[in-house]
């Protein structure tokens, strides 16, 4: 008993000065303002001895209440709680309780976040090594080749070559993707905006982009647009964007046409890019801007790409402030489309 007084006296040493001052106050009222009256002496210890009874009694209280908020922050250590529901304090530490709720959530959520981001990290690691090798041991491989006596050979030392080259051609891809992916995630990309014609634009796109289409027998064409219609926006990112766009298309249409419609509404200008191609599978839509996803890896790879062309698109166009849509039904063919502001 003598401890718990010692502890709770202890805990409540923080008001002490307060209750001093409090019987200085009543001890100079009883010696100097009130009439001397028998047993005046015994009232002062009377008091005294109440503030030392409150003393205990508000010192045991405070201690009750920080050994629950200890008690709370240890289970919280030990990841005891599975959601902030299960954290209960005593009615006067309501506001407490809150404040440790949401500290266990926030803290729950960064953890999260930075667990998954050590996930994304590795599993674009794991993707970029793999990436990386494709390319570098085809080069080898073709090179080793041609050293071991090939390159005399005429009629496989071109073609040898000629491959070698390419994959280098995929590779340097490949590094520009990975430097462009690297500035947009640390900010440092930097973004010109200004107005510009997109009637204009866009013909000077499908114009360079004519030739790619032309190689499949696929016809690439852009719709009537609005003479005046100007949009905002980064150009040359946008150009990137939407070369992009028109690759991916090129790639998985066998046949058909690839079209280009920029629809004015009241605030924005839709751009859309809809092809014919194979279309994507509903379940794969949500996963398309992933870096490195492919909805048919073995595809994809003898088509071409570095696998970071949408994800560099999602990026840009959420840089422009707006987001990219897509509609697509396999078989029947896919559509990007994104708004920017008139």
């Given amino acids: 008993m003598w401890n718990d007084l010692k502890l709770n006296l202890s805990s409540a040493k923080i008001f002490l000065s307060e209750f001093l001052i409090f019987d200085a106050v009543f001890i100079f009222i009883f010696i100097f303002v009130i009439e001397p009256l028998p047993g005046k002496i015994l009232l002062i210890i009377i008091i005294l001895v109440l503030s030392l009874f409150f003393l205990n009694l508000i010192g045991g209280k405070r201690l009750r209440e920080m050994n629950e908020i200890k008690n709370i922050i240890s289970n919280i250590r030990n990841n005891n709680y599975k959601s902030a529901e299960e954290i209960h304090l005593g009615s006067s530490l309501r506001g407490i309780e809150e404040e440790i709720k949401e500290m266990f ?59 070698a080259n390419q994959h280098t051609i995929n590779l340097n891809n490949l590094l520009n993707d990975l430097i462009d992916i690297s500035m947009i995630e640390s900010g440092e990309m930097r973004m010109s905006f200004r107005y510009f014609p997109v009637k204009e634009y866009l013909e000077h796109i499908v114009t360079e982009m004519k030739p790619v ?130």
């Fill in 105 to 163: 959530i926030k803290a729950r959520s960064d953890v999260e976040y930075l667990k998954r981001l050590e996930r994304i990290r590795t599993e674009f690691l794991g993707n970029v090594s793999h990436e990386l090798r494709t390319p570098i041991f085809s080069i080898q491989g073709y090179i080793e080749t041609l050293l071991n006596g090939a390159i005399n050979d005429e009629k496989v030392n071109k073609n040898f070559l000629a491959k």
């Fill in 213 to 342: 289409a032309d190689e499949k027998n696929i016809s690439l064409i852009l719709l009537p647009v609005k003479e005046k219609l100007q949009l905002f926006g980064d150009k040359n990112k946008l150009k990137q964007v939407l070369v992009n766009l028109l690759i991916n298309a090129v790639k998985y249409t066998e046949a058909g046409s690839i079209t280009i419609s920029v629809e004015e509404e009241e605030d924005t200008g839709r751009i859309a890019v809809r092809d014919t191609g194979i279309g994507i599978p509903q379940e794969d839509i949500s996963r398309i801007f992933e870096r490195f996803f492919r909805v048919d890896k073995a595809r994809s790879r003898s088509v071409g790409g570095t696998g970071l062309g949408l994800a560099i698109v999602k990026h840009i166009i959420e840089a422009h402030g707006s987001k990219v849509e897509v509609k697509s039904e396999p078989g029947k063919g896919t559509e990007f489309s994104f708004r920017l502001k008139k």
